[in-house]
Nanobody, 115 residues
Framework: QVQLVESGGGLVQPGGSLRLSCAASGSIFERNTMGWYRQAPGKQRELVAHITPAGITSIWLGSVKGRFTVSRDNAKNTMYLQMSSLKPEDTAVYYC????????WGQGTQVTVSS
């Protein structure tokens, strides 16, 4: 059973934008806070942001504040990460999960910011 599917990554130039999607099964998405994570090359996976079922968001990385926005569509069991003004330092594999009760990690989606 595929529970988490990340998509939307790709190669983008510095200053560009990307919109990532996280499609989750209803059993883990509905009425649960969901989070975005990322893992840069040679680095540990870190929490980027999370969003409650009601849409209240928290950004955990100061380096992305003002540039990343989290949203969710509960009817579609999908969470989004709108990334703007991208920097090379944002290059990483981006994952989603349920912070309160994590399930197996998906494959993530690669974001590469380079000129």
């Amino acid at each position: 059973q595929v529970q988490l599917v990340e998509s939307g990554g790709g190669l983008v130039q510095p200053g560009g934008s990307l919109r990532l999607s996280c499609a989750a099964s209803g059993s883990i998405f509905e009425r649960n806070t969901m989070g975005w994570y990322r893992q840069a090359p040679g680095k540990q996976r870190e929490l980027v942001a999370h969003i409650t079922p009601a849409g209240i968001t928290s950004i955990w990385l100061g380096s992305v504040k003002g540039r990343f926005t989290v949203s969710r569509d509960n009817a579609k069991n999908t969470m989004y990460l709108q990334m703007s003004s991208l920097k090379p330092e944002d290059t990483a594999v981006y994952y989603c999960n349920r912070p309160g009760a994590p399930v197996d990690w998906g494959q993530g989606t690669q974001v590469t910011v380079s000129s």
